[in-house]
């Protein structure tokens, strides 16, 4: 089994590409067309200083507020992480280099990759909660003096998240395209290096460090924007919106690259599964890597170009410059992201996810039953239902668009001058008609 890619693909799917790509072109378009109409003031709290009309976040229950913040919580979530990383080293150093056997790959590809979209949808930033780098680095910053343990500098505000994009774009390569991805040798040096760069960037620039570019507590964070769980300025916790969470992402530079290389490398996924690239790389057998290396990074950049040629064009409010402003409209991209997240590793993370559970019992292939899961099988409910799979793979899409298309709406409307309210924002509609035009393509005619 490819641990990397979903099961099954477009063609195995009961609806044609163009039904797909002219139902949710059409959604698209008509969201547009009844936003235009019946919206025509910010209705969510944004940056700009400027609140919206919506309805503040409400309170989380008093008992749960509790939890959540009391130390012995934080302890225990931090627990997990470490014995989550523990069993993730046990199982690379005395497992077998085999992903039908060890099921590290599966917690890496599947749980750590996949599943932290569902369970940032869900919980919140599950990733910065349970992160064992964040808890290793506490443990490293009591050697420190003092006056240290913050970091010995600033991290400069120019780097904004184009650390994190980076660490995306090389964990997308050694997933997508790496020779020996899913070998063992291969995924310990990956992350030899992340744990070089998590700690050694926190020991320099203090927790910041992670919340800049740590790639996978950076995803998870932005995923997290679409949950009913925030803070509100004092720091409690409160239930919200996703429409009203989501404007609160912080723009800033490497925002829209992070989105970008998020896109990007599940549309490359997507692609590189076609027919038409099989041939062409059964062709051409040399060279293979650096000619995938080189897409990945075209339709990352295409993608993320796109938008910003669509954003910084327009003439913008006092104090936001045009060369700023996709950041302040990237947010938009994060429920396409999810979106086709869910499109592309449903099947993924459901059939997947369970091979990994079973494995995690017997994780040295001795004949184990750890965690009492070694005589289960992979329900394959879900692949026997093809017609149900293609409806929430469509509506994943679709529906992750809508979404995208309400959030630039509202936050345009705060953006542009009166007079280019409607005008104003046809090249980001005509640019994530084309998002939605391409990802179901992807997904059902290749």
Not at 113 to 137: D, N
Not at 217 to 225: D, I, N, Q, W
Not at 360 to 371: I, M, Q, V, Y
């Amino acid at each position: 089994m490819d641990l990397a890619h979903g099961l099954g693909g477009g063609g195995d799917l009961p609806i044609s590409a163009s039904a797909a790509v002219l139902g949710g072109s059409a959604a698209l378009i008509v969201s547009f067309a009844v936003l235009t109409m019946a919206w025509r003031r910010p209705r969510y709290d944004n940056l700009l200083g400027r609140p919206g009309r919506a309805r503040r976040g409400r309170p989380a229950p008093g008992w749960l507020a509790e939890l959540v913040d009391a130390p012995w919580w934080t302890r225990t979530l931090r627990a997990i992480g470490l014995v989550l990383l523990a069993f993730a080293l046990w199982c690379g150093v005395a497992g077998p280099d085999d992903p039908g056997t060890n099921p590290l790959f599966g917690l890496v590809y599947v749980v750590l990759w996949v599943g932290l979209v569902p369970g940032s949808l869900l919980l919140g930033p599950v990733v910065k909660a349970l992160s064992p780098a964040r808890t290793l680095h506490r443990g490293l910053t009591r050697l420190l003096p003092a006056s240290r343990r913050d970091g010995w500098w600033s991290l400069p505000a120019w780097a904004g998240r184009w650390p994190a994009a980076a660490g995306l774009v090389a964990f997308a390569w050694v997933e997508l395209i790496a020779p020996g991805g899913t070998t063992l040798p291969v995924l310990a040096a990956w992350f030899a290096g992340y744990a070089v760069v998590a700690l050694g960037g926190a020991v320099l620039f203090g927790p910041t460090w992670f919340a800049r570019a740590d790639p996978f507590e950076v995803y998870s964070t932005l995923v997290a924007h679409l949950s009913p769980w925030s803070r509100d300025h004092r720091g409690r916790l409160e239930v919200v919106g996703p429409l009203h969470h989501l404007s609160r992402v912080e723009p800033g530079p490497g925002l829209l690259a992070v989105v970008s290389v998020l896109l990007g490398s599940t549309a490359f996924d997507s692609y590189r599964e076609s027919a038409s690239w099989l041939r062409f790389t059964q062709a051409n057998p040399d060279g293979v890597v650096l000619l995938e290396t080189l897409l990945l990074l075209a339709v990352c950049t295409l993608l993320g170009g796109l938008f910003w040629l669509a954003t910084s064009t327009e003439t913008v409010v006092r104090g936001i410059s045009r060369r700023t402003a996709p950041s302040y409209l990237a947010h938009a991209v994060v429920p396409i992201v999810v979106g086709y997240m869910t499109a592309h590793y449903l099947t993924l993370l459901v059939e997947t996810g369970q091979s990994t559970l079973i494995q995690a019992s017997d994780p040295l292939g001795r004949g184990w039953n750890l965690f009492g899961t070694a005589d289960r099988h992979v329900d394959l409910w879900l692949s026997l239902h093809p017609e149900l799979l293609a409806t929430v793979k469509v509506l994943a899409i679709v529906l992750g668009h809508v979404v995208g298309v309400v959030a630039a709406h509202d936050r345009s409307l705060a953006l542009l001058p009166p007079r280019r309210h409607v005008t104003g924002q046809l090249a980001l509609l005509a640019v994530m008609v084309a998002y939605t035009f391409g990802g179901l393509y992807l997904l059902f005619g290749l």
